[in-house]
């Protein structure tokens, strides 16, 4: 059998039709694309204001910036995430901290958070910001979160570059309880514009000023000016600024990638509920379900069961990568990398994220995955781990 990978993007003729449409259209990039697409995900999500951008990390620091991060803030994240969810603090200057998971979601954990803050009111430490992450797609707690950041008056962005599509109590992530929710686009991700991303927010405020710090925080807005302009050639610089632009092909391929997202979205849901019933007796640790609400299935993660299984999960993930099987880890637990050690964390601090990711492993999953590639993924799996 050819090489399965981890996850793969769907690309469709009509994908191919709308880029192709763009590259023989007069503008590449500043056009009418971006707008589009930026409707059609807000419209899906339900949310007032969608901000497209260059990729999600990005987007991340964007937001971090309109939130009001800078030098002296306090950021707090969870340890199991990419790094770019850390990152995003320290590029405005802010400390950056983590809360542990908890085990059974493997998202940021409500329990820990509580403790960490009743801490940090003692302390005078609290933080200005919390970015909890929809870790493989599942929703974080955010309807806890957001009564306790507006118990200690902290913000919420949320990372929900696994989570385009996925809902929680009823409601389309990003469409209410964080102050602003960033998605990624990238190709392994849920739909993609190759690189890309997109920050959604209910306050037009932040959004617009979202928006500046995207394209160098300028403006051609005469209500945003402080000066009379001279003409219609004057802009001004309102802010520091970026060029995170996303290009009028990403915009396009994002369209159309989202007309799909209802089908792509069922068929990856229907293989996550097919490997919960192939895997079952084996032992492993199942991503978990809640009735509240419905995950966008980005990852499948499966945890090796010590207690059940003597196999390592080194050997595992080198029995399934020889089989042409491509398997993954995510994630490393952030304050384990070496920048991170060297601004003070250490193996030890979260423990919960760091035994997780001890015996985590990514299985292949994605839309176009066939149940033939999935029954071997299943059948090797099942025999590393009698080894
Ligand atoms: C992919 C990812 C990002 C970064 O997304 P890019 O679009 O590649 O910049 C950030 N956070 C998480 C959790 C991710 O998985």
């Not at 306090?74 to 790094?83: D, I, K």
């Not at 617009?208 to 160098?216: G, I, Y």
């Not at 799909?260 to 640790?285: I, K, V």
């Not at 089989?323 to 979260?350: C, E, S």
Request: charged share 20%.
């Amino acid at each position: 059998m050819a090489f399965i990978p981890y996850s793969r993007q769907s690309i469709t003729e009509d994908d191919i039709a709308a880029v192709t449409a763009v590259l023989r259209s007069e503008f590449l990039t500043q056009g009418a694309e971006v707008p589009r697409f930026e409707a059609s995900f807000a419209a899906l999500h339900g949310v007032a204001h969608a901000v497209a951008v260059s990729n999600a990390t990005a987007g991340l620091h964007i937001a971090c910036l309109a939130l009001g991060i800078g030098p002296g803030s306090r950021v707090w994240t969870s340890p199991n995430s990419f790094l770019a969810s850390a990152n995003c603090a320290l590029y405005c200057g802010a400390t950056i901290d983590f809360v542990d998971i908890d085990p059974a979601t493997r998202n940021l954990s409500v329990a820990a958070l509580q403790r960490k803050l009743e801490q940090a009111e003692r302390r005078g430490t609290l933080p200005q910001l919390l970015i909890p992450v929809d870790f493989a797609g599942l929703p974080a707690d955010l309807r806890e979160m957001r009564a306790l950041a507006d118990r200690y008056g902290f913000r919420i962005l949320e990372d929900a570059s696994h989570a385009t599509g996925a809902s929680y109590l009823g409601q389309p992530v990003g469409s209410a309880w964080a102050d602003a929710s960033v998605f990624s686009f990238h190709a392994v991700k849920i739909v993609t514009t190759a690189e890309g991303g997109l920050v959604t927010t209910r306050d037009a405020q932040l959004a617009e000023r979202l928006r500046l710090l995207r394209s160098h925080g300028m403006t051609r807005e005469r209500s945003q000016m402080d000066f009379e302009p001279e003409g219609p050639w004057v802009y001004e610089q309102q802010l520091l600024g970026y060029n995170y632009r996303m290009t009028e092909m990403q915009a396009a391929l994002g369209s159309s990638q989202l007309k799909r997202l209802p089908q792509m979205q069922a068929q990856r849901a229907a293989l996550a509920e097919r490997y919960d019933g192939l895997l079952a007796r084996l032992p492993l640790r199942l991503p978990a379900r809640t009735a509240d609400r419905r995950s966008a299935w980005h990852l499948y993660v499966v945890e090796l069961d010590a207690q059940r299984t003597r196999a390592t999960r080194a050997a595992v993930f080198q029995a399934l990568r020889e089989a042409q099987i491509g398997v993954n880890v995510h994630y490393i637990p952030i304050h384990t990398q070496p920048h991170y050690q060297r601004l003070g964390f250490k193996p030890g601090d979260f423990p919960d994220a760091e035994a997780y990711y001890a015996g985590a492993i990514s299985l292949p999953l994605f839309p176009d995955m066939r149940t033939d590639e999935q029954d071997h993924v299943v059948a090797t799996l099942e025999q590393a781990l009698r080894a």
